[in-house]
């Protein structure tokens, strides 16, 4: 604790702060452009300058220590004079373009030259830039930079990309890209919102509005688990653009791209306006009446005929929490089917139960900032800056701070680049590798260090028997002397932590992998809280808190979707299984070989089409509800546009048609419902820990004929099949691609960017290829969100949630057009 | 009641006192004016009807969409929907203007840095319908046409003197100093 003065007030802050800081602590004003919470004092723009009794000088307040004694004026008529000529400065080549430019009104230079700025200037002098225009989502106008350097360094500090940086000198200095190429970066416009002018600016919002225009609400991404506050700015009901507001939120102002960009798939072409009804084997517009009537009778005739067993649903990890549980307390109250699950199921859910299998636990939200400080940090297999890009963010913070991160995947991803340590393992090898650390661990003797003796240490030990650091090593295709130093590091570490990702879209990890990480852990005697793995979609951990799965012995989404002929009528809510979930081809069948399919969407799915009804439902901000972020805090994002069409919250559209099969669920407005979910009690189980030997080690095997391993997942710019709506995001990345090595290209006689047909024994799809040094040799990347892309269909699943991943054949085929 | 009082009320004295100004005003010029007939011109800066000025230079509106006047306006009855253009330009998509929501304080036309909106010194526009009062921008650049026209630039440069000249960039940058 030290002592200081400003302007007269005494005051207590914390050794190492800036002038700045605490002067910000406790509501002192001191001007500044270039500072930025996030970031290393700079001291560039020099607005921030004080007066320190005793020093000659004076001081930038941003970038000099607080200390213990000191005496400093904020505002006396020497620094107002200081801060005239700074900014006077400034303004020497500032063009006065502030009628068009999209910052005014919230323009940080506006409001300073205002408050302290001369109106004439003494200097002059312009500089000609071009504005940059060519590149996607992201407008730079060079005239209007300050040089303040606060995107440059939020790009590269904070983002860890690094896309951009000062370029030229003097007067010609700019902002820009690598040899003033077009912007390629993330598209995360984490610069946008740094830039304290108007130097950067969104392209989806470029002149639709003035910052006085606009009225803002705060909402909640509809994206990822990290649940990051949006703040909305609409204009006459119309959201124009998303920021992220410092202090807000457990992102604290931090956005990734789909956030930032990504609101405007609710204003996509694809948005369903009327219920749909098939006639004569077409969709035809219907009206909700007589829609629901139909429903109601088809499914009671269903009913009767073949028993409540035969209907099931799949809720989605989208809708709030409201429209789930409505979802359940329909099939549960006025089916009387058990049959309802989502699509966590296929990753989650094996979380879950690993977690369970170990610790004994049932649920294990995750810490944003579990990573900082922890000694060694270990993420597996996973690509966290884009799946979950904020969570990801906390590990480049982490690792700026000391924390020694170790990055164990194939593929070169963000947190690999900025790994102090990156073990390229081959695809699938996660399970694997982590099976050696455990015995590595116990020939380290580590299982003594403890003294309670944890069950089933003896299966263990046996267990992982044959995986010596020889064999590892040579199973995930490292050198022995490299794995042996990791594992060391890893093992004797004070503090440790494991992430990674399983998601329905990932086939190379699964229920095993967690098992082994949690058997790692509670060999080093760490709990479930160093276990970090986080739900996949906005509200994936919201559906099944609320029960949206088999709780009284119903068919799972296995049984609903994988065994044709199980089901007689499916009732889809928010979800596209043929598109986002393995092995298309049976979910296909399952789905042809329905009686009744209704889907109820915000858009014509892949599944829709298939469907005899299809409900048009509000989209997320048209609706009010819950989500149940991956830390388990459950955050309401209100209304704030109208719905569009005749589209209706998913939770009414339920109530009407239990009303229309006369039931009354007890449920007239959102708030009963509220009231209802609140006394769900979910079990969070005891922790009682127990090794669970892990069974099935995968190392992905190639044969003769597939001799390519295909890996699947999200990549930054998407997220599920929902994404591709935003005109936005579809901007950066529109169509569907494969990764593939430069070797790789090389051996299959693959060019960049032309079409490949990849075949597993499941079928075959035809991607464009991209040949990328992010992939190593023998392995494919793939995401999958792109419907027409069809890459689901060549994985297959597996029931026990093991990794699955894909051999695969590949063939150029530069002739070929892509197949629908 | 005194007698001079009981007198006075006789013989109406006090009325035919007022019917003697009535008579003598017979005789004298009148000084109403017979509106319709006969019009009164508005004097320099009145606050009739909202005009867009046109640019002498390109014929179109001055307005570049920056809002101020929509922000400044004190029954928020101008809206204003912009875009990108062509060559990435900012256009004015929709200027319009609540005519009867107006209150005629002027505002707009003083923060406006182009000078280009205007209260023209027409002041004869009521109407049977609401959506005739609702000014869109092709209808205030008509009126700039029909009540201001040339006499206009002059009109507002006296009266008016608008800062647009102060605002061009960059390179009137130096005109800064007054000299
Ligand atoms: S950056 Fe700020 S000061 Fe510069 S033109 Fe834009 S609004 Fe005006
Ligand atoms: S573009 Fe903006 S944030 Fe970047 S240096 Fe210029 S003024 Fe600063
Ligand atoms: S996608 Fe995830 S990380 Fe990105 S803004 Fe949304 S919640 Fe945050
Ligand atoms: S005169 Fe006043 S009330 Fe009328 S439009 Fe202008 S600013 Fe608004
Ligand atoms: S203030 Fe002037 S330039 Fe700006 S929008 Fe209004 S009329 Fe147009
Ligand atoms: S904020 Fe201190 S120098 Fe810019």
């Known amino acids: 604790m030290i002592e200081l003065t400003i302007d007269g007030k005494r005051i207590e802050a914390e050794k190492g702060m800036t002038i700045l800081e605490v002067a910000k602590a406790n509501n002192i004003y001191i001007p500044h452009l270039c500072w930025d919470r996030r970031l290393k004092p700079y001291g560039g723009c020099r607005l921030c300058l004080v007066e320190v009794e005793g020093q000659r000088k004076l001081m930038a307040a941003c970038s000099t220590p607080a200390d213990n004694g000191m005496v400093i004026h904020t505002d006396t008529p020497n620094l107002q004079k200081a801060r005239r000529t700074v900014l006077e400065l400034l303004l020497v080549h500032h063009p006065l373009d502030c009628p068009v430019c999209d910052k005014a009104g919230e323009c940080r230079l506006q409001d300073l030259a205002y408050k302290y700025g001369p109106s004439e200037s003494r200097f002059y002098a312009e500089r000609k830039h071009d504005p940059e225009a060519t590149s996607a989502l992201i407008e730079r106008n060079p005239n209007r930079c300050i040089l303040c350097g606060r995107c440059v360094r939020v790009c590269w500090e904070h983002q860890g990309v690094g896309a951009i940086n000062f370029i030229g000198r003097g007067f010609k200095t700019k902002i820009s890209p690598a040899f003033e190429e077009t912007l390629d970066c993330e598209f995360c416009g984490q610069c946008v919102d740094a830039c304290p002018v108007g130097a950067l600016g969104a392209k989806p919002y470029k002149y639709r509005a003035r910052a006085w225009f606009l009225e803002s609400h705060d909402s909640i991404c509809p994206y990822c688990s990290v649940g990051c506050t949006l703040t909305l700015d609409l204009r006459e009901g119309r959201i124009l653009r998303v920021r992220g507001v410092d202090g807000k939120g457990v992102n604290d102002g931090d956005l990734c791209g789909k956030g930032r960009f990504g609101f405007d798939f609710i204003y996509g072409d694809t948005r369903l306006k009327t219920p749909l009804v098939r006639k004569a084997g077409e969709l035809v517009e219907s009206t909700w009446e007589e829609t629901l009537y139909y429903v109601a009778n088809r499914l009671r005739d269903i009913k009767r005929q073949y028993g409540a067993d035969s209907i099931g649903a799949i809720g989605s990890a989208r809708a709030g929490i409201e429209d789930n549980y409505m979802l359940k307390k329909f099939m549960k109250e006025v089916i009387g089917s058990d049959n309802i699950d989502t699509s966590a199921r296929l990753g989650y859910a094996w979380v879950l139960r690993a977690l369970n299998d170990t610790y004994g636990i049932n649920q294990n939200p995750i810490k944003l900032d579990s990573p900082i400080g922890k000694e060694v940090v270990l993420v597996l297999e996973s690509d966290l800056t884009s799946t979950h890009p904020i969570f990801g963010l906390k590990f480049l913070e982490a690792k700026n701070e000391g924390t020694y991160l170790m990055v164990a995947d194939p593929r070169k991803t963000k947190l690999a680049r900025r790994s102090s340590k990156w073990i390229r393992i081959k695809p699938a090898s996660g399970t694997v590798f982590l099976l050696g650390l455990i015995n590595y661990a116990i020939r380290e003797g580590a299982h003594l260090r403890e003294e309670k003796e944890i069950e089933g240490i003896d299966g263990l030990i046996e267990s992982v028997k044959p995986y010596t650091p020889e064999k590892v090593s040579e199973l995930i295709g490292v050198d022995t002397e490299q794995f042996i130093e990791a594992a060391s590091r890893f093992v004797n570490a004070e503090t440790r932590l494991i992430a990674l990702t399983v998601g329905a879209a990932e086939n190379q990890k699964g229920y095993e992998t967690v098992l082994a990480a949690a058997n790692l852990l509670m060999l080093l005697g760490e709990g479930p809280d160093s276990l970090q793995v986080p739900s996949d979609y906005s509200n994936t951990l919201g559906a099944w808190l609320s029960g949206t799965r088999p709780t009284e012995g119903g068919k799972d989404l296995y049984e609903m979707l994988y065994n044709p002929g199980s089901l007689k009528a499916l009732y889809v809510m928010g979800e596209d299984p043929l598109v986002t979930m393995p092995d298309g081809n049976t979910v296909k069948k399952t789905l042809e070989e329905l009686e009744f399919l209704v889907v109820q969407d915000i858009r014509l799915s892949e599944t829709a089409k298939l469907a005899d009804v299809v409900l048009p439902a509000a989209a997320w901000s048209e609706k009010e509800g819950t989500f149940i972020n991956s830390q388990g805090i459950p955050q309401p994002f209100p209304k704030v546009v109208s719905p569009q069409g005749d589209s209706v919250p998913d939770w009414q559209i339920l109530r009407n048609l239990a009303r229309v099969m006369e039931h009354d669920l007890g449920i007239t407005e959102l708030g009963k419902l509220r009231e209802e979910l609140s006394r769900i009690q979910t079990d969070r189980g005891q922790q009682r820990w127990r090794f669970s030997p892990v069974e099935v080690p995968s190392v992905a095997q190639t044969t003769t004929d597939y001799p390519i391993i295909m890996v699947t997942g999200n990549i930054m710019q998407h997220s599920g099949a929902l994404s591709v709506m935003s005109k936005s995001l579809s901007h950066v990345l529109s169509d569907a691609f494969v990764q593939i090595s430069p070797e790789d290209a090389e051996r299959f006689g693959v060019k960049d960017g032309e079409f490949i047909k990849i075949s597993s024994p499941l079928g075959e799809v035809f991607i464009k290829a991209r040949v990328s040094d992010e992939i190593p040799e023998g392995m494919l990347f793939v995401p999958v969100h792109f419907a027409h892309a069809r890459v689901n269909y060549l994985v297959s699943h597996s029931r026990l949630g093991n990794a699955h991943p894909t051999p695969v054949k590949i063939e150029s085929t530069s002739t070929a057009t892509p197949r629908r | ?179």
Request: proline share 6%.
């Open chain 2, 1 to 179: 009641m005194t007698v001079q009082e009981l007198v006075k009320k006789v013989f109406f004295v006090e009325i035919l006192k007022g019917l003697a100004l009535t008579l003598s005003r017979l005789f004298t010029k009148p000084v109403t004016r017979r509106y319709p007939k006969e019009k009164r011109p508005a004097a320099l800066g009145f606050r009739g009807l909202h005009a867009l000025v046109r640019n002498p230079a390109t014929g179109e509106a001055k307005c570049v969409g920056c809002g101020l006047c929509a922000a400044i306006c004190p029954s928020r009855c101008i809206y204003i929907y912009t875009k990108e253009g062509p060559d990435h330009k900012k256009v004015v998509e929709r200027y319009e203007i609540e005519v009867l929501r107006c209150v005629y304080c002027a505002f707009c036309v003083e923060a406006c840095p182009f000078g280009a909106v205007v209260l023209t010194p027409h002041y004869e526009y009521s109407d049977y319908s609401r959506d005739n009062l609702y000014m869109t921008k092709e209808k205030l650049l008509q009126n700039w046409d029909k009540y201001m026209g040339e006499e206009g630039y002059n009109y507002f440069d006296k009266f008016w003197n608008p800062k647009a000249d102060h605002f061009r960039t960059p390179k009137e940058q130096p005109k800064w100093r007054k000299s």
